[in-house]
């Protein structure tokens, strides 16, 4: 796991469902798209070393990835 992997993990623990804000703090931060840092944080929630440094974290971003996360959805599984 390289620098860009912590930031990323760190990014998630302050901005956990912030929408455009997010979108906005991942441009800033990281200079790339949101589709970009999206497709490294999901690889990244499969990586054994991020669940063993953020075990929480990867947890409920695995969860959200799955559709797992029922406080997030509405009954038609929209996300809320």
């Not at 302050?14 to 790339?32: L, S, V």
């Not at 944080?41 to 990867?58: G, H, Q, S």
């Amino acid at each position: 796991m390289n620098d860009l992997h912590r930031q990323i993990l760190k990014l998630e623990k302050q901005h956990p469902r912030y929408g455009g804000a997010k979108d906005d703090a991942i441009r800033e931060r990281f200079d790339m798209s949101a589709t970009s840092y999206f497709q490294i944080l999901n690889a990244l929630i499969d990586d054994p070393e991020a669940a063993w440094l953020e075990p929480v974290l990867v947890n409920r971003l695995r969860r959200l990835r799955n559709g797992n996360d029922r406080t997030l959805r509405n009954e038609e599984g929209q996300t809320v």
